[in-house]
């Protein structure tokens, strides 16, 4: 996969926050790491508050991509659901269960990122 344009990353980041959202997803961020990091431009972070609930998000964002022609890379975590990864390559879509997040604290780890916080 070849790597997007920066504004085109920062369009994708958006959306998938968006379809993030239309499920309903919890605390939704966008951690721009453009200078922070070599290996992606964005990450969105979101919950979930069940199992279902994060399948759910990662179903829509997933099937809400790939629609509009955007196809991820890798995935990882899908069978367990307490952390789904979806690679983008520029953008990567973490959506946690509430309870994983808390324990990870992604946030933290990229704490010198700008961070976008998105409501419903």
Same mark, same amino acid.
């Given at each position: ?10 369009? +994708?980041?958006?959306?998938?926050? #968006? ?11 966008? +951690?721009?790491?453009? =200078? ?12 979930? +508050?069940? !199992?279902?609930? &994060? ?5 829509? $964002?997933? *099937? ?8 991820? /890379?890798?995935? #990882? ?5 307490? /952390? $789904?990864?979806? !690679?983008? &390559? ?11 997040? *808390?324990?990870?604290? +992604?946030?933290?780890? /990229? =704490? !010198? ?8």
């Amino acid at each position: 996969m070849a790597k997007t344009t920066s504004d085109a990353s920062s369009k +994708l980041a958006r959306r998938a926050a #968006e379809l993030a959202l239309s499920k309903k997803a919890q605390d939704v961020v966008i +951690l721009d790491l453009r =200078g922070l990091s070599a290996v992606t431009d964005f990450f969105v972070i979101c919950s979930g +508050l069940s !199992d279902t609930h &994060v399948r759910a998000i990662a179903d829509a $964002v997933e *099937e809400g991509l790939k629609r509009e022609g955007s196809r991820k /890379w890798h995935v #990882e975590g899908y069978s367990h659901r307490r /952390w $789904v990864l979806l !690679d983008y &390559v520029d953008v990567v879509v973490h959506v946690f269960h509430h309870k994983t997040r *808390e324990f990870y604290l +992604l946030e933290r780890l /990229w =704490g !010198d990122a700008k961070v976008e916080r998105l409501d419903s």
